[in-house]
């Protein structure tokens, strides 16, 4: 009888404490979600990052061409909206990211490092991207691909305004941050007509704001006679000049970033059934942007399946505190379970 109440006691015991437990999980979400930066429009959710190296094959892995590998993340939410990453941009101290979803969500975060290598995730706050009337965008207008930032600090703060890149419906949408958080509506950027004969499904896909304001926008795959990649810089008032972006096959253009000496990184995908996924990622140096040029530039690294990527799709750079720069890349997990959500960190070595 004695051994039956010990047993009866022990057993209550540990349901107590599975039931606390169970208990603290809603509330470290919470935690979680009182630690966002919480944008107005915008609704705090909870994410999860894991560590992944560089080379799953091989752990000591650390370089891949001119790129050192500085920490990455497999990024996971029970929020079904999140996914689909498809433009970033880091704050210039490296603690904010503000991501863009090609099904027309915004995602703002914090980053945090440990010895200087990405780390984790905090702070997630998602919120649908709003049209002129107010309403979050549906399709097929909401297919946003890229984004750029007009000003010199993060688009959240005060004065922060960005660029959004769509592709199908192809346009230019600016969106007031700054002022509005993510209820923000859209002021059409006035662009080339040229635009609207872009290839279904190929069509904008980078765009970059120049140190002068002028806009670098670029076409997935809508291709000129010479096979590449039509392109435009775009004044204020929308006048343009014609260039484009050498395409060397299999690869397509995924995404833009200007570098912190006016020179803009390309970062490019290419995907086949038998190979899977792969990236690279091409450095343009700033006095090849002139009229009815080819753009072109040294490739900076090259991954495939052998590396910790996936569906890469949106590209940020940032110059470090000792002058480093460093560049961000996140993926676009098409909403599918055979594909993840990383975030990877790489340094360009001199």
């Known amino acids: 009888m004695q051994r039956g109440r010990v047993g009866y006691l022990a057993l209550l015991v540990a349901l107590v404490l599975a039931g606390t437990l169970f208990a603290l999980l809603p509330i470290t979400s919470r935690l ?127 004065g922060g305004v960005v660029d959004i890149g769509f592709e199908t419906k192809d346009r230019v949408d600016r969106y007031d941050l700054g002022h509005d958080g993510f209820l923000a509506r859209p002021v059409t950027v006035p662009m080339p007509e040229a635009i609207k004969n872009n290839a279904n499904n190929k069509g904008l896909e980078g765009i970059a704001r120049l140190p002068d304001g002028r806009l670098l926008a670029i076409t997935e795959r809508t291709l000129d006679a010479a096979g590449n990649m039509v392109g435009w810089i775009v004044e204020p008032t929308g006048a343009s000049i014609p260039l484009s972006l050498k395409r060397e096959a299999p690869y397509d253009l995924s995404d833009l970033a200007l570098g912190p000496a006016g020179d803009v990184f390309a970062l490019e995908r290419r995907y086949s059934r038998i190979g899977g996924p792969g990236i690279r990622i091409r450095l343009i140096k700033k006095e090849r942007l002139q009229p009815d040029v080819v753009l072109d530039g040294e490739v900076l690294a090259d991954l495939d399946l052998d590396y910790s990527i996936d569906n890469m799709e949106g590209l940020a750079i940032r110059k470090s505190e000792d002058g480093r720069t460093l560049l961000y890349v996140i993926a676009d997990d098409n909403y599918s379970a055979a594909e993840r959500t990383l975030l990877l960190m790489f340094a360009l070595e001199k």
């Open 32 to 158: 979680d979600a009182l630690a966002a930066d919480m944008v107005p429009g915008g609704e705090a959710i909870y994410v999860s990052a894991a560590s992944v190296p560089l080379k799953p094959s091989d752990r000591s892995t650390s370089k891949v061409g001119k790129l050192r590998y500085e920490g990455g993340l497999y990024v996971t939410s029970t929020d079904r909206r999140f996914g689909g990453f498809s433009g970033l941009i880091v704050s210039a101290d490296g603690k904010r990211l503000l991501a863009i979803s090609d099904r027309s969500y915004w995602l703002s975060a914090k980053i945090s490092y440990s010895a200087g290598r990405l780390s984790g995730l905090s702070g997630a706050v998602l919120a649908p991207i709003l049209g002129a009337d107010g309403k979050p965008l549906k399709s097929p207008y909401f297919d946003s691909e890229s984004i750029t930032s007009l000003g010199l600090g993060f688009p959240l703060d005060a």
